[in-house]
């Protein structure tokens, strides 16, 4: 089992910057391929980012490219989402989720999921 807790969300305005975290335990993180996903009110999950095991591979969805970062520090059993220029279009519950291949795209191929926090930007 994998412990997934993620952190950082807010309220945000337009134009501005959050950074999540998600931490954590259980089996040894860097077995496992690390992803962020999203949802919004009314719409289905959707894939944001994803990291590979070791951190020098990422895949972004093309509604974050160049606006988005996902990381990863296996010392510390953490990845993150480092979002700038956010719109009010990205607000959304956010969530991680980890899976032993890389890269998965879709919702159904992660086998641990944490509980997601929100994010809100206001116009």
């Known amino acids: 089992q994998v412990q997934l807790v993620e952190s950082g969300g807010g309220l945000v305005q337009a134009g501005g910057s959050l950074r999540l975290s998600c931490a954590a335990s259980g089996r040894t993180f860097n077995n496992y391929a690390m992803g962020w996903f999203r949802q919004a009110p009314g719409k289905e999950r959707e894939f944001v980012a994803a990291i590979s095991w070791s951190g020098g591979s990422t895949y972004y969805a093309d509604s974050v490219k160049g606006r988005f970062t996902i990381s990863r520090d296996n010392a510390k059993n953490t990845v993150y989402l480092r979002m700038n220029s956010l719109k009010p279009q990205d607000t959304a519950v956010y969530y991680c989720?980890?899976?032993?291949?890389?890269?998965?795209?879709?919702?159904?191929?992660?086998?641990?999921w944490g509980q997601g926090t929100q994010v809100t930007v206001s116009s």
């Open positions: 989720a980890a899976v032993l291949v890389y890269p998965v795209v879709v919702t159904s191929g992660y086998d641990y």
